[in-house]
């Protein structure tokens, strides 16, 4: 089974679609390959960050949440389909305590492997307000704000592909990295705002 | 013996001529920031505006072995993305979307190819985000791209803001940081050097003037070509198609446009942060050079 497969496979039981047998089979696989778990939690992080609407808790506290489940719940996914999911909710709560514990335990959630430049000291302990932004904003025109009130976005264009691969593929070969993605986040195919401009056959 | 006087003007000459313009400037915080992308970690959180509105995104970066992306929108719809060398994840309630990762080499830096689509000027001094951060402006010298401000900060390197500006002066996008967290270590400088403009070979149509191929896939019949004038990106597509039109599609959302041009059953998609009209067009050549 390749590594593709087994992700597929990874994806489906977390969306509890993967058959019992081959739910079992990869609790098992889940437990001996390292990286497979680590997958396995980061996208668990990413599916609770939208539970918690929008609190993406940093990797490096997934880790020790890891960590901790680790030394807590071992073994948390038994080889039974039955039992399957009661391992995955006895880990799930687990983890939940362990990052309960690391959130409130700790004295900061910035780990240690992330200080700043000395010089940037107060953006970590000062609140960040909307002042430190405010001269730096230069408001649409009013034209852009109406034309996004009378032109309701239309929803599920065959071109909204279109539009992901080309943030994802700008985000890696790109010069401006990271902030090329932030598009493909922040305006999906179906968000509620937005102006799309169809200009229609064209006789050429 | 030398006057003290004119030992001093000989110093205050030295000290003008070793002084880098602020082009110069400009050029190498840009080569900084580019840099930095691939060597330095980070957390925080941007607001993006976009037509009359703003989100807020909670991002991660690691970069090099085993690096990854990870973003979660904090203001309207839930959604989320994580990117590592193998794949996309893309999560929004009650749907999860999985792409191949579109891993590319980014081209080497080139002051040139910059420095001839834009006027560089490294303008000013902010604080953004706790950060201080110099103000780069990539004034465009032609119609076919979009002026661009960016905020850098001078000692990480670290891209703070980018704006995309019409040609009226006006703010067509912006990026900001509110919240960052640096890892002080830094990752071996794996900037990738493939060299910009590498695969020309059988490009079917000449490019907007300043820009250069510098990533192509092709899966299925279906290319795509990245192209960079070293700040904007373009992607074109060229795909067969079942159905025979002749149809001229345009969409935009942002700052991005898309021109889609079919002619007969062959398509051309132009996508980028660039204005319409330089979609369009390439769409329009692109489709006719398909058709030839």
Redo the contacts between chains.
């Keep these: 089974m390749n590594d593709e497969t087994v992700r597929e496979q990874l994806s489906s039981l977390m969306d509890g679609e993967l058959a019992p047998d081959s739910a079992r089979f990869l609790s098992k696989r889940l437990g001996n390959d390292p990286e497979l778990a680590a997958t396995w939690e980061r996208w668990h992080c990413l599916r609770d960050s939208l539970r918690q609407q929008g609190t993406l808790a940093p990797v490096d506290l997934c880790a020790r949440v890891r960590e901790a489940v680790t030394e807590e719940s071992t073994p948390a996914i038994e080889p039974i389909s039955g039992k399957l999911w009661r391992g995955l909710a006895g880990g799930a709560i687990a983890a939940s305590v362990a990052a309960v514990a690391l959130m409130f335990g700790q004295t900061a959630l910035v780990p240690d492997t992330a200080k700043p430049p000395a010089a940037a000291t107060l953006a970590h302990v000062a609140a960040v307000t909307t002042t430190d932004l405010t001269p730096n904003w230069q408001l649409s025109p009013v034209a852009d704000r109406q034309s996004y009130l009378l032109a309701p976005p239309q929803v599920g264009s065959e071109f909204d592909g279109y539009f992901v691969e080309h943030g994802l593929a700008s985000g890696s070969a790109g010069a401006l990295g990271i902030v090329s993605y932030v598009p493909v986040v922040a305006m999906p195919a179906t968000r509620e705002g937005g102006d799309e401009t169809r200009a229609g056959s064209s006789p050429r | 013996m030398m006057k003290p006087l004119a030992r001093l003007s000989w110093v205050v000459l030295a000290l003008v001529a070793m002084s880098p313009s602020r082009a110069g400037d400009a050029l190498g915080l840009?080569a900084a920031?580019?840099r930095a992308?691939a060597t330095r970690?980070f957390?925080g959180?941007?607001?993006?505006?976009?037509?009359?509105?703003f989100?807020a995104?909670?991002?991660?970066?690691?970069p090099g072995r085993g690096g990854?992306?990870?973003?979660?929108?904090?203001?309207?719809?839930?959604?989320?993305?994580?990117?590592d060398a193998?794949?996309?994840?893309?999560?929004?309630?009650g749907r999860?979307q999985?792409?191949p990762?579109?891993?590319?080499?980014?081209?080497a830096?080139d002051s040139a190819r910059v420095g001839a689509s834009y006027r560089l000027d490294d303008v000013a001094e902010?604080?953004?985000?706790?950060?201080?951060a110099r103000i780069v402006d990539a004034v465009a010298r032609d119609a076919l791209r979009h002026s661009q401000r960016l905020?850098i900060n001078p000692?990480?390197g670290l891209?703070m803001?980018?704006?995309l500006i019409g040609p009226r002066r006006?703010?067509?996008?912006?990026?900001?940081f509110?919240?960052?967290?640096?890892?002080?270590?830094q990752q071996a400088d794996a900037v990738a050097s493939t060299s910009a403009g590498a695969m020309p070979g059988d490009l079917p149509v000449a490019l907007p003037a300043g820009f250069q191929l510098?990533?192509e896939r092709s899966i299925d019949g279906r290319r795509?070509l990245?192209l960079?004038d070293?700040?904007a990106?373009i992607?074109l597509?060229l795909e067969p198609r079942s159905d025979s039109l002749?149809?001229?599609?345009?969409?935009?959302?942002?700052a991005?446009h898309?021109a889609?041009?079919q002619l007969g059953q062959q398509r051309a998609?132009v996508?980028?942060?660039v204005p319409l009209a330089t979609a369009v067009d390439l769409a329009?050549r692109a489709a006719q050079a398909l058709n030839d």
């Design positions: 840009l920031a580019q992308q970690s957390e959180v941007v607001v993006f505006m976009h037509d009359g509105r989100d995104v909670r991002v991660a970066h690691r990854y992306e990870q973003l979660a929108t904090l203001s309207g719809m839930p959604r989320a993305l994580f990117r193998r794949e996309v994840r893309i999560e929004s309630p999860a999985r792409l990762a579109a891993v590319f080499a980014a081209p830096f902010e604080r953004i985000a706790g950060f201080n905020w000692d990480n891209l803001g980018v704006a006006e703010t067509l996008q912006q990026v900001m509110t919240s960052l967290v640096v890892d002080a270590r510098v990533a795509s990245m960079s070293g700040l990106m992607t597509y002749d149809r001229l599609t345009t969409l935009r959302r942002g991005t898309l889609s041009r998609v996508i980028g942060e329009n």
